[in-house]
Each structure stands twice: as structure tokens, then as C-alpha cells.
């Protein structure tokens, strides 16, 4: 019978062990509970609670215990529920009765509040660094194909042509502020919760900075029931992870426009496509598609977890365990998404001919029109006017811009002059000439400083 039903008469039912464990999937913390933990014996023979002899037994009982789980022979039993009991089993069966020690001045509370600390400080880092090779593979893109143009849309309708690194680096700039919120959310997971026992605080004489010091902690929680109750910082990496999978999301959408037979002003790298069990002709984007379809689990993890706390009365409740399989879940499924994506974007061919044609399309030029007409002195909605108009007549006469005749031009505004045909892509791409804007020089800056951005800190490095 598991030792923490001491004070219950019998044996919990198969049903209710099944339905109450969480080693299943909380196996994961392994290493964090046992640094935790190993920290804490160091920290109880320091102050005298147990001798050192006891703590070096502990400590080298706990790195014989990860090595057997490193080496798949420790043998998990849902009995012991969760990760930190099957341990302090396990070290009590090696080392006996010395192991019963442990858990001296430390609740399962304040313990299984700790190991996620750790656990989200290292996974961030992994984040970012995932994070920061897609936006390489972005910025690399935007560098390689850096005079491609594309009709920028609004709408999903050509608005005016824009450069491709341009809007490439529109994603840079989405997952750089991803960046930052998952930097924020590593300050918040970088508090000891240790000392907080099951929620009061604890009796002995500890040394809580020792601990934090110990394990790279910066802080140390400042009240025992809001650190074994709250579990906001998994909500906030839920949260940015979301974010950031929405971001992906939309940029997988466009990839899988973009590639269409209709579109096609891309293509996307036959490695990152499926084919059709019926149709020969058909390659399908879908890591793309799936990009975009895992961004609903990742939105419902965090959804599920809000759920989860928001009526719980303070401190610890069992209804918290519910917060692991999803929070994996959203790192599995963001990490996954980001690795295919960055593989997927670096062998992304951009259509240059495609993409060229398809600014013949739309009138495309119509605001640079309309400032022509504002820079020989129109006010900006009588000028917005005026190309409406035209616009409509050569659409009726099924003509391009650059095939309407002056005296048609000057029907409309005796403004119109000869250096109206001298309104292109480019002059109106080079035109764009404001930080931040679509001009050559603009992007050329702008890649520049992205790179930059990309040799700065990692969170914690
Ligand atoms: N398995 C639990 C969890 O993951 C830890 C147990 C915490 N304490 C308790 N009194 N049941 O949340």
C-alpha cells in the first residue's frame, strides 16, 4: 500500500489508482525532481536537520535512480502515483530508512510545484532557439530572393507590390515578439517555490536562497500559498505558445495559397509535401496544412487549462496535476511545428515570373496614381476619386494602365502628364522609402538588422 494513505484503512481501489496517477505522464520531470531534491539534501545537511553522511547516501542513492530511468530499467508503477513517489520509493527500497529523510521539511506540494519551474526554464530555451532558426530561415529568404516582388494584398485582393523579403519579414517581426514572451515567461518560472511545504511554510530552520542557488533559480517565492497554488507561468507559456502557433498558422495559410496551381507563386520543396492515393498529379502542402491545424490543440490546452484554475479555492488542489499532459502537449506539438516549418522554409523557391505577372493584375498601381496626382497639387480624395474612375473605364475597355493614352489621362485631370507612364513596380516599390516601409533600401536595412537581432541573448544564456 502506497506510504501516504497512512491514515486510511484500506487499499485504494484499481479504479481509483488508474484514475489518479499522473506518473503516466509526469515521468518526464525525472530530472528536475531529482535536482530538486538533491538540492534540498544539500541544503538539510547544511543546516543540520540531517547529517551529511545521510545527505551523500540520499544524493548518491537519487543519481543511481536517474540512472536507471536514463537506462529504461526503473519500472514506473502507478501505485506511487506520481514521479516524486515513485523516486522517494525507489531511494527508500535502496537505501532504507535514511531515505525517509528526504522529505523532511518539503511537502508533495511545494515539490511538484518546483519541478515544472524547472522544467519550463529549459524548455524555453529550447523554444527560442527553435524560434530563432525559423526567423534565420526567414531572414535567409528575404536576403536570397531580395528584388523578388509580390502584389501585396488586403483583403485577400492585390493591394500595391510589395517586396517578398518584405513580407517575409513581417514574420520575423511576429516571432521576434514570441521571442520576447516567452523571455518574459521565463522570469516568471524562475522562482524557488521550495520552503512553501504543503501551504504554510515549515517548521525547521532552512536556508531557501541556498536552495535557489543551488538549482539557478533567481528568486525565491514570497508567499507559501500563492507558490504551491498558482500555476500561472504554464498558462503564460500556453499562452505565448499559442501566439506563436497562430503566427506559423497564418504564414502556413499563405504558403498554401501561394502554391496553389492559381497562385502559383511559390513552391514548396517536394520533402515537405504528401502525394494523393488516387489523384496522380497532386502535391499536397501538408505540413503546411497540419501547421495550421495543430494550432486548434495548442489553443485548447490553454483554454483547457484556464478552465481548470479558475474556480479552484486556494492553496493546492489535485484538479492542478490536470495541467501537465497539455502543457506537454503544446511543447511537443510547438516544438515539432517549428522544426518541419524551419526545414520547410529554407527550400521554399519563390515563382519570380509568376509573381511578376500576377502584379499585372488588379490595378495594382492605383494609390500610385492617385499621389501623382496629389504631388502635382490634388487634394488626396478628389485624386482617390478621379483614378476610381479610371480605373472603371479601362477595366470597361479591358486596358492596362500603362496602355491608356495621354489624352484619355488628361479627359480626366489636366495634371496627367508624360512622366505618368514613368509609375512602376519598381518606382512604386522604391517610392515606399519610410522606416519600416517597402522600399530596396528599407529591406536591405531591415534584413540587416534582423540579423542582428538573431545573434543577440538567448533567455538564461
Ligand atoms: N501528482 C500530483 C500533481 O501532479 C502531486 C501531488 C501533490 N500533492 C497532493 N497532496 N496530492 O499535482
Redesign the pocket.
Known sequence: MAYSRSRLGKAADESTLMYTE?ISF?WRLYRHDIAGSIAHALMLAKQGIITSTEAETIIQGLKEIREEIEQGKFRFKSEY??I?MNIESRLTEKIGETGGKLHTAR???D??ALDPRLYTKETIRDTIKKIKELQLAIVTQAEVNKDAVIPGYTHLQPAQPVLFAHHLLAYFEMLQRDVERFNECFKRADVLPLGSG?LAGVTYNIDREFVARELGLSQISRNSIDAVADRDFVIEYESAAALCHMHVSRMAEELIIWSTAEFSMIEIDEAYTTGSSIMPQKKNPDVAELARGKTGRVYGNLMAMLTVMKGLPLA?D?D??E??EGFFDTIDTLHATLDVFTGMVRTLKINVKAARDALSEGYILATDMADYLVKKGMPFRQAHQIIGRLVSYALERDKSFKEISLVEYKSYSPLFDDDVYNITIDSSIASRDVTGGTAYKQVKQAISTAKKTLGGSIAGK
Open positions: 499522473s509526469d502515483e506520481d516524486h511537502s508533495r506540494n515539490q511538484v504543503a493546492y489535485r492542478i496535476q495541467d501537465k
